[in-house]
């Protein structure tokens, strides 16, 4: 064999393990031998049948003929695209859209419109409120699978984007841009089953001047050591933990009445202590943080930006009174200080 057909032969080899990567990052997050779910919403039995032969060998096709019971099931459901028809009695398809565009558990899922209104306005319609494609019946089988593989890849290519652009590049937690865009979904869920809701905000004492003494690059893995050991903390389904900028985090969890989410976070200053990170002797022995919080359970006429600045001013606080612990406000304005 020459030196071109090696070569010739190697690059089909490194393609061939191209494909097979993407293919499995485009599958990444599906537990094995499970299918993707389409959601089909007509109110036509006939129609909702027709769809289901067409797209059962590929995918799992949940059928629902009215606006209501799509939109629960939607909610409810795990979609990689939803198939809506537009003329449908009570609520039509363009509404129904608003709905599910304006739902921050379905906004993303991607919607094709079905229609045979063969009218550019309606197509242009459909497309402003959020729609991805438009099909006019009678629809070829064809052209409905080659559209469904289209803008379920196209789904998950974006969904992937979206979660890395929600990831702290050094870290690898939440990023702020993560926080603020469901921490006002938590505080809403909080409020919806009057449960407790503690924010909390920290930061790493004295992080300037591990900066300036021991240099930039080790500063970085101080920073990843600390989000690491209190991520371990915060793995519940409702927690969220995020860098919130520099060496300061933010962290909300749901449940816990203020005095039990003060001895917690004791707890979690107590693991980073235990790490054991050498700082500037002469001004501390180990790298530390200061966590300040408060627990609430919010109510209608409650601003969330309000207790953000609490448990702020409860962080500051703990700075002020010698760094190294934890300084929480509970539900009843009760406040607690480490020592």
Known sequence: M???????????????????????????????????????????????????????????????????EGLRAAKDG???????????????????????????????????????????QYEERGLLLGAVDYVAKPFSPVIIRARVNTHVQLYHYQMEYREQAMVDGLTGVANRRRYEDVSRNKWEDAMRFGLPLSICMFDIDKFKLYNDTFGHPAGDQVIISVAKSVSAHFQRAT?????????EFVAMFMGSAGKSAFEFMKT??????????????????WVTISAGGVTCVPKAGDSYDTFLKLADTMLYDAKRLGRNRVVWMGENGAQWREK
């Open 268 to 285: 979690v200053r107590q693991a980073v202590e235990d790490l054991h990170i050498p700082h500037n002797s002469p001004v501390c022995e």
């Open 78 to 120: 795990n979609f990689s695209l939803i198939l809506l028809d537009v003329i449908m009695p009570d609520m039509d398809g363009f509404m129904l859209l608003q709905e599910l565009k304006a739902t921050e558990l379905t906004r993303h899922i991607p919607v094709i419109l079905l229609t045979s209104l063969a009218d550019i």
């Open 239 to 247: 927690d969220l933990f995020a860098r919130y900028g520099g060496e």
């Open 2 to 68: 020459d030196n071109r057909e090696r070569k010739q032969g190697a690059e089909k080899k490194q393609g061939a393990e191209k494909k097979q990567g993407a293919e499995k990052k485009l599958g990444a997050g599906k537990e094995a031998g499970s299918r993707e779910k389409i959601l089909v919403i007509d109110d036509s039995a006939v129609q909702t049948e027709h769809l289901y032969s067409i797209l059962k060998e590929d995918y799992e096709v949940v059928r629902c003929q009215t606006a209501q």
